[in-house]
């Protein structure tokens, strides 16, 4: 019996390529280019994405609003005079506290 050979053709380089050899597996099927022009293509992709970490919590209200807890803090007014003051949730400034954010 003969084996049978499967083969492929390359979008890209419109060449017939032996598809166990030259091709990527891509779930149950095989990429339609082969890998050297796969590789290629992966080059062309925008690589624009950059990680910038976003203020989070304390971090995230205006430089005057956390000068003016702060100074609250250190002068002794109530957490929850200031969470009144500033429009803060009480327990949001308790946590804030707790994690030495706010000394």
């Excluded at 598809?19 to 339609?32: P, R, V």
């Excluded at 205006?62 to 003016?68: A, G, L, S």
């Amino acid at each position: 019996m003969e084996e049978e050979r499967s083969v492929k053709l390359c979008r890209k380089c419109n060449v017939v390529k032996d598809l166990h050899n030259d091709y990527y597996k891509a779930g149950k099927g095989f990429q339609k280019y082969c890998i050297p022009c796969h590789n290629e293509k992966r080059f062309e992709y925008p690589h624009t994405y950059k990680y910038e970490k976003r203020p989070k919590g304390f971090s995230k209200l205006p430089e005057e609003t956390r000068k003016n807890i702060l100074y609250d803090v250190k002068v002794r007014i109530n957490y929850k005079e200031i969470a009144e003051k500033y429009n803060i949730k009480y327990q949001t400034l308790l946590c804030w506290k707790r994690k030495g954010l706010i000394v």
